[in-house]
């Protein structure tokens, strides 16, 4: 069966500190994989999926990054982490049928100091 | 562009009383419509889905009915327990998911 991994659960990080935030998946190949912040009250924003190794496509501009080195991995990272990075991530996948659900990971709690 | 708009929660409820949660959505074709249930601390879960007009995804007590004509797909459960209580999203798929801002439900016995 397809299991997802997601780490580290929870994070504290300084202002303009680095993040590397990991994501991978068991079980499948080639899946579609998708990164989500969830902030306090709100909704779940997307912030990057990729259909494929190397294919990165980001939804809205920020401080983030995101990589897929290799095919089951997934990987968030910033530069300089911002107070207003703060929130909970989370991972995503999916097959590539059409109208296939969404799988999530545990999800990462960040809070940036 | 496609959204969705949940109602705002909390909703609160007492044991064995019948749940609602509204949810419509704006989109542009036939996309395929979700229900997803996050409990505390974790990711989501995917709890039921449709796939078209009038179709009824059902789950655990569940049912939600794709109503094409209202652009609505409303969450509803006849008799709510304790350990519903969690975060409710509705989401569309189009060629990504698109989800509301969440609804908290509250049960209380």
């Known amino acids: 069966s397809q299991t997802i991994h997601q780490w580290p659960a929870t994070l504290v990080q300084p202002v303009g500190s680095p993040l590397s935030l990991e994501c991978t998946v068991e079980g499948t190949s080639n899946p579609n994989l998708y990164w989500y912040r969830q902030a306090a009250g709100r909704g779940l924003q997307l912030l990057f999926y990729?259909?494929?190794?190397?294919?990165i496509s980001s939804e809205v501009p920020q401080n983030l990054s995101a990589s897929r080195p290799q095919d089951r991995q997934f990987i968030l990272s910033s530069k300089k982490l911002l107070l207003s990075d703060s929130g909970f991530y989370l991972c995503?996948?999916?097959?590539?049928?059409?109208?296939?659900?969404?799988?999530f990971g545990n999800g990462t709690r960040l809070t940036v100091t | 562009g496609d959204s969705v708009t949940q109602m705002e929660g909390p909703v609160t409820l007492s044991e064995e009383a019948f749940l609602t949660i509204n949810c419509t959505y704006t989109?542009?074709?036939?996309?395929?419509l979700f229900w997803y249930v996050q409990y505390p601390g974790e990711g989501l879960q995917l709890l039921l889905k449709?796939?078209?007009?009038?179709d009824k995804g059902s789950n655990k007590g569940f049912e939600a009915t794709y109503r094409k004509e209202t652009t609505s797909f409303h969450l509803e459960k006849g008799s709510v327990q304790v350990s519903d209580s969690a975060v409710y999203f509705c989401?569309?798929?189009?060629?990504?998911?698109?989800f509301g801002t969440g609804t908290r439900l509250q049960v209380f016995p």
């Open positions: 449709a796939t078209k007009a009038d």
């Open positions: 995503a996948w999916r097959g590539s049928a059409y109208n296939s659900p969404l799988h």
């Open positions: 989109a542009t074709g036939y996309p395929s």
């Open positions: 989401a569309l798929d189009t060629d990504k998911l698109i």
């Open positions: 990729s259909v494929g190794i190397g294919q």
